[in-house]
């Protein structure tokens, strides 16, 4: 199993990103370049994304160890994941908090989210597009307009869409995603009913306008992160770091301080 991962900085404590559904580490990007003006930055392709190797299954212990097998605890992690990646986070932190300083979650809780409607929706869009018949990226656009109507979504879908020598390709692990939807939005309860909490700092950073983080959920939240504090993000939703960089990039800061 190989993750594909990126570095920034030089110097400083080990920060390291992990994205959410149909991301990649370069996401992260514009905020690691600041964060790397005074720490060392990971950037991780998640396991099924990007160009890290895709596993048999998807399930949050399996890919939450995968990652954790990046640190050590002589040098260890502040952890910042949004969505999917939030919850690969707090599981690496649940089963492995020798090699994790401290926990930044963006816009997700640990609950088992019923719904996930919205994302099956989107692999059945990508996984009916004709690669073969397709000439031009915009092509693409334009066949997904129907099935993901909002264009910053469906620009989003589109960086995962790759042409090489063989022609095009998706770079997300769909089939498998897809399959395993329901472990992708719930909690890993059962496999972490021997885990104690975490009790070093927690930050949860959501979005006004999102409710991936509801008041029903704190109590799970204080559960298993009991040392955590919550940042709301006005004029922002699920994707809080991209819709509000510059406070998002702050917040985080002054955390890792």
Not at 104 to 129: K, Q, W
Request: with cysteine; aromatic share 8%; glycine share 8%.
């Amino acid at each position: 199993m190989t993750l594909h991962t990126t570095t920034l900085g030089e110097r400083g404590s080990l920060v390291a990103f992990c994205h959410g559904l149909f991301g990649q580490g370069k996401n992260w990007t514009s905020i690691a370049k600041v964060v790397a003006e005074d720490h060392r930055v990971l950037l991780v392709d998640m396991p099924h994304h990007g160009r890290s190797s895709w596993p048999e299954r998807f399930d949050y212990v399996d890919v939450a160890d995968r990652v954790a097998g990046l640190f050590g605890a002589d040098d260890p992690v502040a952890l910042v994941g949004h969505s999917m990646g939030g919850k690969a986070a707090m599981v690496l932190a649940l089963r492995h908090p020798d090699v994790v300083e401290r926990l930044c979650v963006v816009d997700v809780a640990p609950v088992d989210y019923e719904s996930a409607s919205e994302f099956t929706g989107y692999i059945a869009a990508m996984l009916a597009l004709d690669l073969d018949g397709l000439e031009h990226r915009r092509d693409a656009d334009a066949a997904l307009t129907e099935a993901v109507p909002d264009p910053t979504v469906r620009s989003f879908l589109l960086q995962n869409l790759r042409r090489g020598d063989d022609g095009w390709s998706w770079q997300p692990n769909l089939e498998v995603l897809g399959r395993d939807i329901a472990s992708l939005s719930g909690w890993p309860e059962a496999e972490l009913a021997a885990a104690a909490p975490y009790e070093k700092p927690t930050l949860w950073v959501s979005g006004q306008r999102s409710d991936y983080v509801r008041d029903e959920y704190a109590a799970a939240m204080d559960h298993w992160f009991p040392r955590n504090r919550r940042v709301t993000v006005k004029d922002a939703g699920h994707w809080v770091h991209s819709e509000q960089p510059q406070v998002f990039t702050e917040v985080l800061r002054r955390f890792l301080r």
